[in-house]
């Protein structure tokens, strides 16, 4: 079964050129067999798109530099504060 490809151009500076080149040699492939080889490879190693997010959480909490008491004080506020924003949506709607 033939694979399905997409011609695409790139402008790669002539010291990338040269990996490329060295590396499809040293794998006895070609150059669009070495890049796609490089790409999977760089792409395994990046984190999903869901726990980036939760390292840039984890990372904006540990700048607050909150406590776990005081970080518990700010929940148990704003749980209340959107207990009373419904309550007076609730009264107003009676």
Do not use: N
């Amino acid at each position: 079964m033939a694979s399905i490809t997409i011609k695409a151009t790139y402008s790669l500076d002539p010291e990338t050129v040269h990996r490329l080149e060295e590396i499809a040699e040293r794998w006895k492939v070609s150059k669009s067999e070495a890049l796609r080889r490089a790409i999977r490879s760089a792409s395994e190693d990046l984190p999903s798109r869901g726990q980036r997010g939760i390292d840039a959480l984890d990372r904006l909490q540990k700048a607050l530099g909150l406590s776990r008491d005081a970080a518990e004080r700010w929940a148990k506020a704003a749980r209340r504060e959107r207990r009373d924003a419904s309550r007076k949506r609730e009264d107003r709607l009676l």
